[in-house]
């Protein structure tokens, strides 16, 4: 999904938010029975179920001067969620940002780039939180 908006009032405003989301309900096979008999077999205990949940959010905004200076930020939040058999399972989200400016300088053919970026990320693993149920 893609999203722009063309501001009206405001020369050389633009902004908008691109998304994706992906579902998908898989096997992997970590190791194989062997390399002729058991060739596409998996080995018992090296095979997991996997559900996993994928998606991204990307909102940016984008000001450009009638004198040719222009601003522009783009961010990110990417998210996965994995469900995968034998206390496998994982998470995390991803943010990002950028900043740019730039200048372009006609009369000597230059054009000054500058800006700045950060990236903050969180992980959840099932086997670092694991409980003892047994009790």
Same mark, same amino acid.
């Given at each position: 999904?893609?999203?722009?908006?063309?501001?009206?009032?405001?020369?050389?405003? @633009?902004?908008? $938010? #691109?998304?994706?989301?992906?579902?998908? %309900?898989?096997? =992997? $096979?970590?190791?194989?029975?062997?390399?002729?008999?058991?060739?596409?077999?998996?080995?018992?205990?090296?095979?997991?179920?996997?559900? +996993?949940?994928?998606?991204?959010?990307?909102?940016?905004?984008?000001?450009?001067?009638? #004198?040719?200076?222009?601003?522009?930020? +783009?961010?990110?939040?990417?998210?996965?969620?994995?469900?995968?058999?034998? @206390?496998?399972?994982?998470?995390?989200? =991803?943010?990002?940002?950028?900043?740019?400016?730039?200048? %372009?300088? %006609?009369?000597?053919?230059?054009?000054?780039?500058?800006? $700045?970026?950060?990236?903050?990320?969180? +992980?959840?693993?099932?086997?670092?939180?694991?409980?003892?149920?047994?009790?």
């Amino acid at each position: 999904m893609n999203l722009r908006y063309r501001a009206k009032r405001i020369e050389g405003l @633009n902004f908008g $938010v #691109n998304a994706n989301f992906m579902l998908n %309900k898989t096997n =992997m $096979v970590f190791a194989w029975l062997d390399d002729s008999l058991g060739l596409y077999r998996g080995y018992p205990g090296a095979v997991f179920l996997e559900d +996993q949940v994928l998606f991204n959010v990307d909102p940016f905004i984008k000001y450009t001067t009638k #004198n040719g200076l222009s601003h522009s930020l +783009q961010t990110r939040v990417f998210h996965s969620d994995n469900v995968i058999s034998n @206390n496998q399972s994982n998470k995390g989200t =991803m943010y990002f940002g950028e900043y740019q400016i730039q200048k %372009k300088f %006609k009369s000597i053919d230059l054009n000054f780039t500058g800006g $700045v970026v950060g990236m903050f990320h969180i +992980q959840l693993l099932d086997y670092m939180y694991q409980v003892d149920n047994r009790k």
